[in-house]
């Protein structure tokens, strides 16, 4: 079994759900006593989020490719990132660290086309929402076509991942409000909601939408896992 290099995420809610789903497929599949063989790094999330606001995204990518460095040092076969938006700097931190990085993007975009739909919704901080890095990875990777909600829902949205998630805060009138903003996404031809943010599947659950949600934390353990496991 690989050695997973676990980069903690936009909040420790995430990457908490990160570490128990990595350990609980893993036991599902080899049986027994197993669990993964994992390292964490776990960052000061305020931190990063000060470098995000501020627009410092090298000092961003320096402090998590010291991360990537660490655990390669540490015995690390390759690194999740456990967040949608720091997915801006992948290409760095992986290059820095000296690792394969397992790109988020990909594994959600791969399991879009497995359900063989071409139009979907995105949810996510409003740099995930509003930036190329991710939309164009799946538009022009992947040819599926990202709806995102208008600017004042944006802005929702990345008030609530930020305001309330990334704070352990849940509040039921969030998730009604998230609900209507994917409503609006189906009704404009979404065929699928991209959970584009590691803490929003905390908030929104499958039965919150008449359309396939896309989990991406549970989606990218998954792939995590099928890495460790690939060749013994």
Not at 186 to 195: E, N
């Amino acid at each position: 079994m690989k050695v997973i290099g676990l980069i903690g995420g936009m909040s420790w809610y995430s990457t908490a759900q990160y570490y128990r789903h990595i350990n609980e497929l893993v036991a599902q599949r080899l049986g027994g006593s197993h669990s993964a063989r994992l390292i964490l790094y776990s960052l000061d999330f305020a931190e990063v989020e000060q470098a995000q606001r501020e627009g410092r995204w090298d000092d961003a990518a320096a402090a998590l490719g010291e991360a990537g460095s660490a655990l390669k040092e540490a015995g690390a076969d390759f690194l999740v990132l456990c967040t949608n938006t720091m997915h801006k700097v992948a290409d760095i931190v992986s290059e820095r660290a000296g690792l394969p990085l397992l790109h988020i993007t990909d594994v959600v975009g791969k399991e879009i086309r497995r359900r063989g739909l071409h139009t979907v919704g995105l949810l996510g901080t409003q740099f995930t929402m509003e930036e190329p890095f991710y939309r164009a990875r799946l538009e022009e990777h992947l040819g599926i076509k990202v709806l995102v909600p208008g600017k004042g829902e944006r802005a929702t949205v990345d008030r609530i991942i930020y305001d309330e998630l990334c704070q352990g805060r849940v509040k039921t009138s969030s998730r009604h409000t998230c609900v209507k903003i994917i409503s609006g996404l189906v009704g404009r031809g979404a065929q699928g909601i991209v959970l584009g943010c590691t803490e929003l599947a905390l908030l929104i659950q499958a039965g919150d939408a008449s359309v396939p949600l896309f989990d991406t934390t549970r989606l990218h353990a998954e792939a995590a896992v099928d890495l460790a496991l690939a060749g013994g």
